[in-house]
């Protein structure tokens, strides 16, 4: 498996000498996302879905370098080359932790992934999602407001939808990132149960010790973030999870090539707007 940039990484834990190939067919959850440590903190539902299990099969893509990221701390003598191998082990290491089926790490730069339809950006992509057939595929929300998490969703779009129609993924899900869900309406969220493997949950993102020693402590925020959304989720039962992240439907995004992102996205800005107007109107604003 040869994916388009030298660095490219590609991890399969399980020791039992399966092959790339085989380990990306097989997989039935498959999470696309920018950084090293994205999928842990933003989409773990999934890796908790497959964990332990010989019947599902999570594959972890994230499609930058991780160059640029702060040195501070422990780290602060540290070259960018050099940081950029550290958060690539330890994205393996989280591979290995939560037993992932398969681990790319393509090792674009954010400026690659920025440009519409670059080609060595495009065609990894194109072998990845042509090379299997996930139930579910995770990928950035739209409203994301990190730039390369949007600009790695719309690459990933664009990617789905030059599929054969019948090659498409029948789930594609925008998880949680640099900007929380809270702004769908509740029956638009896709709530994703985090309650399983607790302890798990918990060391995947500890794992990312270069992103945490400047003081950033997205252990205890990405935890805390599903604690919060379980508890404050309006219609959600007491007995139900504990711990849950949110997701957004992009399914009709990748069905609908005509569908304008911006306007899918909007629209459903444009129901928060109504949601909050005709609460203030009820109550006499
Ligand atoms: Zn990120």
Same mark, same amino acid.
């Given at each position: ?144 407001? !990190?730039? @390369?998490?949007? %600009?790695?969703? =719309?690459?990933?779009?664009?990617? /789905?939808?030059? $599929?054969?129609? &019948? ?68 219609? !959600?039962? @007491?007995?139900? %999870?504990?711990? =849950?992240?949110?997701?957004?439907? /992009?399914?009709? $995004?990748?069905? &609908? ?29």
């Amino acid at each position: 498996m040869k994916f388009s940039h030298p660095h490219a990484d590609v991890f399969v834990p399980d020791s039992s000498g399966t092959s790339p190939e085989v380990a990306l067919a097989r997989t039935t959850h498959l999470c696309v996302i920018a950084h090293q440590d994205d999928i842990e903190i933003n989409a773990y539902p999934a890796v908790a879905e497959c964990y332990g299990r010989s019947d599902r099969f999570f594959t972890g893509v994230v499609m930058t370098n991780g160059a640029g990221s702060a040195r501070t701390g422990s780290y602060a003598s540290v070259t960018d080359a050099e940081m950029q191998r550290i958060r690539c082990e330890e994205q393996r290491t989280a591979a290995t932790l939560g037993k992932y089926n398969l681990q790319l790490q393509l090792a674009h730069a954010s400026a690659d992934v920025k440009q519409p339809g670059h080609p060595a950006v495009a065609a990894d992509l194109t072998a990845i999602f042509g090379g299997c057939r996930p139930s579910v595929v995770y990928l950035h929300q739209p409203a994301d407001k !990190h730039d @390369t998490h949007v %600009a790695c969703l =719309l690459r990933c779009l664009e990617a /789905l939808r030059a $599929l054969p129609r &019948d090659r498409r993924p029948a789930r594609v899900l925008g998880v949680e990132g640099w900007r929380d869900l809270d702004w769908l309406a509740d029956d638009r969220k896709v709530p994703l149960d985090a309650s399983a493997h607790p302890a798990l949950a918990e060391k995947l993102v500890a794992v990312f010790a270069s992103q945490i020693a400047g003081g950033k402590r997205y252990d205890l925020a990405a935890l805390g973030r599903r604690l919060a959304n379980a508890t404050f989720f309006a219609s !959600h039962a @007491t007995d139900s %999870a504990g711990a =849950l992240s949110f997701a957004m439907d /992009l399914t009709p $995004l990748v069905n &609908d090539e005509t569908l304008p992102i911006v306007d899918f996205t909007v629209a459903q800005i444009e129901n928060l707007r109504t949601d909050v107007a005709g609460r203030l109107n009820k109550f006499g604003a």
